[in-house]
Structures are given as C-alpha cells and as structure tokens.
C-alpha cells in the first residue's frame, strides 16, 4: 500500500495509480449501473441514484469503454454482475482499485469477507477490526466504499438487524439483501 497525500490504493489487491477515465453503462433489476475503470482495474460502481452523487462521466477525459485494457476490464465486470442478477454468481473475482485511507481499506477488505446471503452488523464489524468502539468508524468508511455490490456493503446492518444506510438508497440496499436471500430473519426495517 502506498500513500497519495494521506490517502493510501489498496485493497487486497495489487493496484496501479492509473485514473479512472473509461465507463460503461449496466441495465439492472435495480436500475441503470454506470461502471468506472482503470487500464487496469474496476474503480467504481454507481447507482442511479448515489449519495456520492452522479458517475463522473460528465466531466472532460471520460469516455465510453469500447475496446482497450479497460473495456476488457469493464467487459469481466459487467459479466460478474449480470451473473450475481441472474443469480449464478455469489463472489466477484476482480481486480479493484479505490482511494481511501489504511482504515477505509482495512473496513473494505473486511466487508469482501461477509458471505452471500449472510448480513453483519456495523459493531460486529468493528470487533473484527480490533476495535469494538470503531462502529462509526466503520459506518463512515463503509458508505464511502465506492464499489458498491463487488465490495458488499450491503451487507451490513444496524446492531438489531434493521436497515441503515446506503449509498444507493435502502430500497436498492432491500432489493439486494432480499436477492441473496439475506432478508430472512432480519429485524423489522
């Protein structure tokens, strides 16, 4: 892991400092998914509506994936999920990349590890990290998690089961956990 002013790419992963200019755009059961690469990895996924606000593919440098080392990396991403939509695909095997600090990274590698179909709660999470009064730590790195579904942060609820949270709102978040068959036995919402 190396840092970028304070900020460290990782994630239990080989990454590369390559920007994330290519994208391309995925019809899901939850709505339209724009997805970010590098030449050499997924750097983000985006849900119609995100509290990280809209994909950047506004913005000048950013162009439509159609051939190349990130179209190919887009290619195996947009197959991974149509395979989880379709329900034939439970693990994601990708190559990722995102900003964040050492403890955002820590949180991200640490969500990677929640199976299909099972939920944890933020605390629980935080145990695992070490630190059991990390909870909202935890909360705030796993909202700025910017690979959505690959990195399951969906995955996570509050300490009596509910609802909390989500960058894609908690309908999508509803939608997913009831996809995976994790909405059984979870509290009242």
Known sequence: MQ??????VAMDLVL???MSLAFTRLQ???GELV???SETALTGVYFPTSRRGPAPTHQAGWVE???GPAA???ARARQQLEEYFARTRTTFALPLEAVGSAFEHRVWNALRQI???TTTSYGALAKLLGDKHATRAVGLANGKNPIPIIVPCHRVVGSKGELTGFGGGLDTKRWLLEHEGAMLGLGAS
């Open 72 to 74: 190919e990396v887009l």
């Open 65 to 67: 994936a159609k051939q």
């Open 3 to 8: 840092s970028l002013g304070g900020r460290y």
């Open 16 to 18: 590369s400092f390559h």
């Open 28 to 30: 899901t059961p939850i």
């Open 35 to 37: 997805l970010t690469a």
């Open 115 to 117: 199976p299909y179909g």
